[in-house]
């Protein structure tokens, strides 16, 4: 939640009709398309970012099923081993999950229950549903036009997607990624938290952060060189 809250204030405010130059995407060779990232790998040096694509305009090959499974792989940064350990806590501190109970072991079971909540979900949506359905699952930047109209763009890649061919397409990964993920839960989540309502609920909790970090994909080298030229 608090990330989420983050990610919001990172977005700078812009009237109506302000245009926000687009930031220049270094080339980049079909070996390295999977890793191209924004500006790099790591947004503000904390945040993972290694499924952007710079420049809608450049020319990158479709991703084989090996390198969506590869793109999984980034779950296991130390970042999402942090990220967890503060939710949890957060979640114990709350009694969220009342049903594993309190103390160190009640703090391992709603770490083990997130971590596992955060891999599934990307398993599903980044590799096996794309994999399948032959959809890209990185974010391609729109780069250009006024805050309104990217902020826009962002927002809609959650129900578009890129297919394999180039096409645009119903996203159906994200939507049926998620469901796999909630199911799952279904099987290690408390007793009383177990319900189809629960699963729809993670859905959509999911949903709206992939949608914030989709903004702050588009706006980051924007932020990104707006910080460095005040330096």
Known sequence: MFLSAALLCAVPPS????????????????SSAIN??????????VLPNYKTINDPEQQ???LHVGEKFALV???????????????????????EKAGYGQG???????????????LT????????????????????RL??????????????????????????????????GNIASGAISMSYYPQNERSV????????VEIGYDSLFNVLKEFYPDLKRKFSHNH
Request: net charge negative.
């Open 197 to 204: 309502s629960g699963v729809f609920t993670r859905m959509s």
């Open 36 to 45: 191209d990232a924004a500006d790099d790998h790591r947004m503000f040096k």
């Open 15 to 30: 009237a109506p009709g302000q245009d926000i130059a687009p930031a220049t995407a270094a080339p980049t060779s079909p």
């Open 60 to 62: 990158v090959p479709a």
């Open 73 to 95: 792989e980034h779950y296991f940064d130390p970042f999402t081993f942090v990220f967890t350990s503060i939710t949890a806590g957060i979640e114990q501190s709350t009694n």
């Open 143 to 176: 780069g250009r036009g006024n805050a309104w109209k990217r902020t826009g763009y962002a927002l809609s890649r959650i129900l578009i997607a890129r297919g394999d061919s180039g096409n645009n397409r119903i996203n159906a990964s994200e939507f049926l």
């Open 121 to 140: 979900n990307e398993l599903f949506v980044t590799g096996v549903f794309p994999s399948l359905l032959h959809e890209d699952p990185r974010y391609y």
């Open 104 to 118: 160190a072991l009640g703090y391992a079971k709603r770490y083990g229950a997130d971590f596992t909540d955060g």
